[in-house]
């Protein structure tokens, strides 16, 4: 619910934003972020076999 009141204030027409926001693609760490997002699955099943041996060398 609450997602939909910002999407309605922040959109009021639907498509244009009714504030400017500051584009902060270039920086490093949303760089970063954007990058894992992009990846999220791959790096999931990456890790998902460290886990799974962490957890049965541990029990």
Do not use: C, F
């Not at 309605?8 to 490093?28: A, C, F, M, V």
């Not at 799974?52 to 029990?59: M, T």
Request: a positive charge.
């Amino acid at each position: 619910m609450l997602g939909i009141a910002a999407g309605k204030t922040l959109y009021p027409d639907g498509h244009t934003r009714k504030y400017k926001l500051p584009d902060l693609s270039r920086l490093p760490v949303v760089r970063a972020l954007i990058w894992v997002g992009r990846h999220s699955l791959a790096l999931y099943l990456a890790q998902e076999p460290i886990n799974l041996a962490g957890i049965s060398a541990a029990g």
